[in-house]
């Protein structure tokens, strides 16, 4: 099969949806598919990957590595027909997503359209507004693109069950992001690596939808009862700076280390040194780090969001809590003053993570893309 994926960030950004590409790329690969990637260029990159197609862009200057593209690219408009796709996917509604639908209908090619993302939750971050006009008028935009696609792929439940508020009634495939399980090697860990100093650790976006201001009121409330406890918050975003200053104000800022954004061989790295992995957020669409920390044979403790339902298993392979803190750090003292419990529950992390390998997801996204097909041929 032929595909070509169409998303507004790619090398050398690393987000959710870049992970995804990469993760479903390498496996369509590896399947003997033909992958094409349309995204905007980055300036001073060098793409290393074959069937990188890059459009005009101008750098954000507040934005590491990303860029706006100039979606009028006449090489990309003469070199698409010539590739014969058999699907297009789109990881964006819109800017470059515009462009794979022009593609989709131009040249009768069915389109696949991944919801990675709550936009009405996110105006605030790509148009810089944050009322209900808006997120109406987000609302609208995505209906109106989602509809005119011939399936939906859904990373959760959760977004599944979002779909009807705006209005979306295409055919929906849950479908979450793989993981890696060769990037990630547990380590025979003892109950704790070090008995003296325990590390709890987080993994994401630095800003304000993590709740991460909550996550340090809790970590404060559990490191004054044991003096064993470290935290290490592994990401970079726009928060990174308030969430320092709170560190301060809480006292607890030697007790917490702020690595900024990495590579991701080093976020693997830190993983595997961990001996707990704790998240707060309430607005995942999928929760990849969530994985990610399970593939590493890492215990959780989590707020409960729904999104994270459908692949964790509360009390065997984490602590799930509701959004309170003293819950969370009272969760926290007692899973790590139990090294039995918390070395269980590492096992069956990984166990569980094993569920959700690149060969055994990529087989059912190919799924996906026969049945859009399918669809779309006979629909016209």
Same mark, same amino acid.
């Given at each position: 099969?032929?595909?070509?994926?169409?998303?507004?960030?790619?090398?050398?950004?690393?987000?959710?949806?870049?992970?995804?590409?990469?993760?479903?790329?390498?496996?369509?690969?590896?399947?003997?598919?033909?992958?094409?990637?349309?995204?905007?260029?980055?300036?001073?990159?060098?793409?290393?990957?074959?069937?990188?197609?890059?459009?005009?862009?101008?750098?954000?200057?507040?934005?590491?590595?990303?860029?706006?593209?100039?979606?009028?690219?006449?090489?990309?408009?003469?070199?698409?027909?010539?590739?014969?796709?058999?699907?297009?996917?789109?990881?964006?509604?819109?800017?470059?997503?515009?462009?794979?639908?022009?593609?989709?209908?131009?040249?009768?090619?069915?389109?696949?359209?991944?919801?990675?993302?709550?936009?009405?939750?996110?105006?605030?971050?790509?148009?810089?507004?944050?009322?209900?006009?808006?997120?109406?008028?987000?609302?609208?935009? #995505?209906?109106?693109?989602? /509809?005119? %696609? &011939?399936?939906?792929?859904?990373? =959760?439940?959760?977004?599944?069950?979002? @779909?009807?508020?705006?209005?979306?009634?295409?055919?929906?495939?849950?479908?979450?992001?793989?993981?890696?399980?060769?990037?990630?090697?547990?380590?025979?860990?003892?109950?704790?690596?070090?008995?003296?100093?325990?590390?709890?650790?987080?993994?994401?976006?630095?800003?304000?939808?993590?709740?991460?201001?909550?996550?340090?009121?809790?970590?404060?409330?559990?490191?004054?009862?044991?003096?064993?406890?470290?935290?290490?918050?592994?990401?970079?975003?726009?928060?990174?700076?308030?969430?320092?200053?709170?560190?301060?104000?809480?006292?607890?800022?030697?007790?917490?280390?702020?690595?900024?954004?990495?590579?991701?061989?080093? #976020?693997?790295?830190?993983? /595997?040194? %961990? &001996?707990?992995?704790?998240?707060? =957020?309430?607005?995942?669409?999928?929760? @990849?780090?969530?994985?990610?920390?399970?593939?590493?044979?890492?215990?959780?403790?989590?707020?409960?969001?729904?999104?994270?339902?459908?692949?964790?298993?509360?009390?065997?392979?984490?602590?799930?809590?509701?959004?309170?803190?003293?819950?969370?750090?009272?969760?926290?003292?007692?899973?790590?003053?139990?090294?039995?419990?918390?070395?269980?529950?590492?096992?069956?992390?990984?166990?569980?993570?094993?569920?959700?390998?690149?060969?055994?997801?990529?087989?059912?996204?190919?799924?996906?893309?026969?049945?859009?097909?399918?669809?779309?041929?006979?629909?016209?």
């Amino acid at each position: 099969m032929r595909i070509g994926m169409f998303s507004n960030a790619y090398l050398p950004v690393i987000n959710g949806v870049v992970r995804s590409i990469m993760l479903y790329r390498q496996g369509l690969l590896d399947a003997c598919h033909f992958v094409g990637v349309f995204a905007p260029d980055s300036r001073n990159y060098e793409d290393e990957q074959p069937f990188i197609f890059r459009y005009p862009a101008i750098p954000l200057p507040t934005q590491l590595n990303y860029s706006f593209p100039v979606v009028t690219a006449p090489h990309i408009t003469w070199m698409a027909p010539r590739l014969k796709l058999d699907i297009i996917h789109a990881h964006h509604p819109i800017i470059v997503g515009v462009e794979a639908r022009r593609f989709s209908e131009e040249l009768d090619i069915p389109l696949v359209f991944t919801f990675h993302t709550m936009y009405h939750e996110y105006t605030h971050y790509f148009l810089g507004m944050d009322n209900e006009i808006v997120k109406q008028i987000v609302r609208r935009v #995505v209906r109106d693109y989602a /509809n005119r %696609a &011939d399936y939906i792929i859904a990373p =959760s439940p959760a977004v599944v069950d979002m @779909l009807p508020s705006y209005g979306i009634h295409k055919p929906v495939e849950i479908l979450p992001t793989p993981v890696d399980l060769d990037q990630f090697k547990p380590r025979a860990r003892p109950p704790l690596s070090d008995p003296d100093r325990i590390r709890l650790i987080y993994v994401g976006r630095v800003a304000k939808e993590k709740n991460l201001d909550f996550l340090l009121r809790v970590f404060k409330r559990a490191a004054q009862q044991d003096d064993r406890i470290e935290l290490i918050v592994v990401g970079g975003g726009p928060s990174l700076g308030e969430l320092k200053k709170l560190a301060a104000a809480l006292g607890v800022d030697h007790r917490i280390e702020f690595t900024d954004m990495v590579p991701f061989e080093q #976020v693997v790295e830190e993983l /595997n040194q %961990a &001996d707990l992995f704790v998240f707060a =957020s309430t607005t995942e669409t999928q929760g @990849l780090v969530v994985l990610e920390a399970m593939a590493a044979g890492l215990p959780l403790v989590l707020v409960e969001s729904k999104a994270l339902l459908h692949f964790i298993n509360p009390d065997k392979n984490c602590v799930v809590v509701q959004e309170d803190e003293e819950a969370m750090a009272a969760a926290i003292l007692s899973l790590i003053r139990d090294p039995d419990r918390m070395r269980a529950m590492g096992r069956a992390a990984r166990q569980n993570a094993e569920r959700y390998s690149i060969p055994t997801l990529t087989s059912k996204l190919v799924d996906v893309y026969h049945r859009a097909i399918d669809m779309h041929f006979s629909a016209t």
